[in-house]
């Protein structure tokens, strides 16, 4: 079924995975802001 699916690849995301998101934030933001909003390479 499409929700036993979606959790397990949910808990297949690793915690360095995540926390390279996280940290990668700052950037994504910063582009988002340059391109006024509109879409970046992200």
Same mark, same amino acid.
């Given at each position: 079924?499409?929700? !036993?699916? %979606?959790?397990?690849?949910?808990? *297949?995301?690793?915690? !360095?995975? %995540?926390?390279?998101?996280?940290? *990668?934030?700052?950037?994504?933001?910063?582009?988002?802001?340059?391109?006024?909003?509109?879409?970046?390479?992200?």
């Amino acid at each position: 079924d499409l929700k !036993a699916a %979606l959790l397990q690849e949910w808990d *297949s995301i690793s915690v !360095a995975e %995540l926390q390279k998101l996280v940290a *990668s934030m700052p950037n994504r933001m910063f582009k988002v802001i340059q391109n006024h909003g509109g879409a970046t390479s992200y």
